[in-house]
């Protein structure tokens, strides 16, 4: 499709676990974010990705979270020993470099137990 | 750091009553500024933004936004809703020459009564 595409769509896990949540941006654009949405709290810059660099992972709340991007494309979101604290929708947008609109995905639902 | 702030967490209308969501940024540089909108079960998408000249923006579906340097302000509006409209209304900041990442406010959510 000619979206950003986001998986999976929903994910229930239980506290300790790992999971990785895949984003795949719109063909040729070059930066890509990753961003958590929870209730009441707007959305959290995590990381940003200039190609396969991270320019800016400032936002990333502990060394629980990681994120790479391979090809200048797809990139994954990795939360170790995950927390019921990190239960929210996390979001990846990608836009061309230096216009500031960013193209959203679906958003993965991540749910802890 | 750099802030942005949405100053009602949820307002009510009833259709064709004016629009006016406020949005105030702390950064005391050059900034981008933008409006997304998350409509009921779809994604995030772009309302309308601003980089530079005339400060009064005309984004989709009839809204508007005006940026006021020396208040730091970004507020939205929409002269008349409709139920459609009932939706998440989020303004962001991009602080120029700093990195690319956009800071959101927390949202402000629109309820159209028909």
């Known amino acids: 499709g000619a979206g950003v595409s986001q998986s999976p769509s929903n994910k229930v896990t239980e506290k300790g676990k790992d999971v990785e949540l895949r984003c795949d941006p719109i063909?040729?654009?070059?930066?890509l974010y990753w961003y958590r949405q929870s209730l009441g709290q707007g959305l959290e810059f995590l990381i940003y990705?200039?190609?396969?660099?991270?320019?800016?992972k400032s936002g990333l709340p502990s060394d629980r979270f990681s994120a790479e991007r391979t090809g200048g494309s797809v990139s994954t979101l990795t939360i170790q020993r995950t927390q019921q604290e990190d239960s929210a929708v996390y979001l990846c947008?990608?836009?061309?470099?230096?216009?500031?609109?960013?193209?959203f995905g679906e958003g993965s639902r991540l749910t802890v137990l | 750091a750099q802030s942005v702030s949405q100053h009602n967490h949820h307002v009510i209308l009833s259709e064709a009553a004016s629009l006016e969501l406020g949005c105030n940024y702390s950064?005391?540089?050059?900034?981008?500024l933008f409006w997304y909108v998350q409509y009921p079960g779809q994604h995030l998408q772009l309302l309308l933004k601003?980089?530079?000249?005339?400060?009064l923006v005309k984004g989709i579906k009839g809204f508007e936004a005006e940026f006021i340097k020396s208040k730091f302000s970004f507020n939205l509006r929409k002269p008349s809703v409709q139920w459609s409209d009932t939706a998440e209304y989020f303004c962001?900041?991009?602080?120029?020459?700093?990195?690319?990442?956009?800071?959101f406010g927390k949202g402000t959510k629109l309820t159209v009564n028909p």
């Open positions: 947008a990608s836009s061309t470099r230096n216009t500031g609109e960013l193209f």
């Open positions: 063909s040729g654009h070059t930066a």
């Open positions: 990705f200039q190609g396969n660099s991270a320019p800016d």
């Open positions: 950064y005391g540089g050059t900034v981008n």
């Open positions: 601003y980089f530079s000249g005339d400060p």
């Open positions: 962001a900041v991009r602080p120029q020459g700093g990195s690319e990442k956009l800071v």
